[in-house]
Structures are given as structure tokens and as C-alpha cells.
T-cell receptor, first 116, second 114 residues
Framework: DAGVIQSPRHEVTEMGQEVTLRCKPISGHDYLFWYRQTMMRGLELLIYFNNNVPIDDSGMPEDRFSAKMPNASFSTLKIQPSEPRDSAVYFC??????????????FGPGTRLTVL | AQSVTQLGSHVSVSEGALVLLRCNYSSSVPPYLFWYVQYPNQGLQLLLKYTSAATLVKGINGFEAEFKKSETSFHLTKPSAHMSDAAEYFCAVSRASGTYKYIFGTGTRLKVLA
């Protein structure tokens, strides 16, 4: 299994530009999570999906952020317009349902976003 | 509500010495607890997890953790540190049922001295 795949691995953009981060979860996993990691705030959950449906987006910082999961094998996180404070490493993780919530999350390698 | 506190954002140990990384949790319901490791420029990898089957949990790379309900702790230990253990370690908690969200601690960066 290839694991969780994220692209691009690095993204440098200018303030005001649209940024799209992509994630392919592990095949058969029905949960998908988007996290943001910064030195100041640590690891934050932005949103998670179950069977392609957004379940909890309370961590999405503001309306400039949006996430979609059009099918079981693909998700995007979009920032429009981007701002320098969005600079961070963005992780995607996936997990499979296990009774009782005993689920391990498998993380992708992350996308390092720099907004100039 | 659930929360996780990791004491010590940076820990240094000598190679061969005991590793002890502290994690305390707060949960009003039975928790599941996890330790993850993050090597530089990589994603997080599961070290071990507590799911109520046994209070002493053994993980990969010689790490283990003990769930102590009375102390609300889930400290991570390894008897003998190796240079390759240098990384950042995250403790996480989730509910034993009803949700699949993790609450992560702020992380502890482990440095191993030669």
C-alpha cells in the first residue's frame, strides 16, 4: 500500500493567490482528516470527513478555507485568498472504522505551504 | 471535554539512558490514548495505543507506555535511548466511543546526546 499521498510536497505562493492542496487516502479507509501544524499553534484539526461527508469543520479558521471530498479516493483543501499567516505544514490523515473508535490515523508526508 | 498536556517541550537524554516523556490527559469519558512520533520533514507515525485491553502497552522501536487512571497519565518510556530516537513525540486522546477526533498535545522534542 502506498500510504496517504499528498501533493504538492512544497508550495510557495504569493499573498492573495488561490492554493489547492490534494490528498489521496489509503484505499478502504472511510475517515479523512486535514490538520495544520505550526510552531505557534502545534497540530490543529481543521476538518474531517466520514464516507466523503464533512462531519466536523469547527477547526477551519475562516471562510477563506474550504475542503471537499468528491469521492472516497480524493480530497482537496483550498485557501482563497491565501495570506502569509497561512504558512504551515498541512497534513492529511486517513483511518478505517473500528468499533468503539479504536482507530489509528495514518498520516501523509505533509505539504509545506509558504505564502509570501 | 478532553485535553492533553505534555510536560516539557524539549527533553535531552544521553545515548543509552532512560527516555521518559510525560503525558497527562483529561477526559470525562473512558479515553483511548495514542503516542505518535514525527521525524524531521515527515508525517506522524503511530508508536503505540491504549484501548483499555491492557494498562501496559508495548509499541514499536522498544517504546512502551503505562495507562494510570488514578494519575490520568500515559507516560512514554524506553529503557535505553538511541540516536535514531531523536524526533518529536505527540500524545493524543480520543473518546472510547462516538467520535474519531484526536486531541493532540503540543509535542515533546527529544534530543539524544552522544
Amino acid at each position: 500500500d502506498a500510504g496517504v499521498i499528498q501533493s504538492p510536497r512544497h508550495e510557495v505562493t504569493e499573498m492573495g493567490q488561490e492554493v489547492t492542496l490534494r490528498c489521496k487516502p489509503i484505499s478502504g479507509h472511510d475517515y479523512l482528516f486535514w490538520y495544520r501544524q505550526t510552531m505557534m499553534r502545534g497540530l490543529e484539526l481543521l476538518i474531517y470527513f466520514n464516507n466523503n461527508v464533512p462531519i466536523d469543520d469547527s477547526g477551519m479558521p475562516e471562510d477563506r478555507f474550504s475542503a471537499k471530498m468528491p469521492n472516497a479516493s480524493f480530497s482537496t483543501l483550498k485557501i482563497q485568498p491565501s495570506e502569509p499567516r497561512d504558512s504551515a505544514v498541512y497534513f492529511c490523515a486517513s483511518s478505517a472504522y473500528l468499533a468503539g473508535g479504536n482507530n489509528e490515523q495514518f498520516f501523509g508526508p505533509g505539504t509545506r505551504l509558504t505564502v509570501l | 471535554a478532553q485535553s492533553v498536556t505534555q510536560l516539557g517541550s524539549h527533553v535531552s537524554v544521553s545515548e543509552g539512558a532512560l527516555v521518559l516523556l510525560r503525558c497527562n490527559y483529561s477526559s470525562s469519558v473512558p479515553p483511548y490514548l495514542f503516542w505518535y512520533v514525527q521525524y524531521p520533514n515527515q508525517g506522524l507515525q503511530l508508536l503505540l495505543k491504549y484501548t483499555s485491553a491492557a494498562t501496559l502497552v508495548k509499541g514499536i522501536n522498544g517504546f512502551e507506555a503505562e495507562f494510570k487512571k488514578s494519575e490520568t497519565s500515559f507516560h512514554l518510556t524506553k529503557p535505553s535511548a538511541h540516536m535514531s530516537d531523536a524526533a518529536e513525540y505527540f500524545c493524543a486522546v480520543s473518546r472510547a466511543s462516538g467520535t474519531y477526533k484526536y486531541i493532540f498535545g503540543t509535542g515533546t522534542r527529544l534530543k539524544v546526546l552522544a
